[in-house]
């Protein structure tokens, strides 16, 4: 069974770093990892992936200022580094994995059918 647990949320001042971590379990290889965040009042939007062969892609909002990362050691366990967070940046993220579609796509959210989520972690950036 696939499991997704996100940690690494929290309440910080503008311009300030925090890491999210999304340990999983069951996550067959080749499948897209992408972090999703949904902001109050907001559709969830897809915000980062690493595809089924090693690429990333980036929402335009966080380009510049987010990383997202693997650890291929833990198993699978990925990563999102936030730096410069801005009161904008407020929402629930989530970890989410699923199969990848193969091929070019244009967003985070069109790598994959998303069939699997973390429970979400909140972030609030105060200004």
């Known amino acids: 069974a696939v499991n997704l647990v996100e940690s690494g949320g929290g309440s910080v001042q503008s311009g300030a770093t925090l890491r999210l971590s999304c340990a999983a379990t069951?996550?067959?290889?080749?499948?897209?990892t992408a972090w999703f965040r949904q902001a109050a009042g907001k559709e969830r939007e897809g915000i980062a992936v690493i595809d089924g062969e090693g690429g990333t892609k980036y929402v335009d909002s966080v380009k510049g200022r987010f990383t997202i990362s693997r650890d291929y050691d833990k198993e699978y366990t990925w990563y999102l580094q936030m730096n410069n967070l801005q009161p904008e940046d407020t929402a629930i993220y989530y970890c989410a994995a699923g199969k990848y579609n193969g091929g070019w796509y244009s967003r985070p959210s069109t790598c994959a059918t998303y069939s699997y989520w973390g429970q979400g972690t909140q972030v609030t950036v105060s200004s």
């Open positions: 069951g996550v067959p290889s080749g499948w897209c």
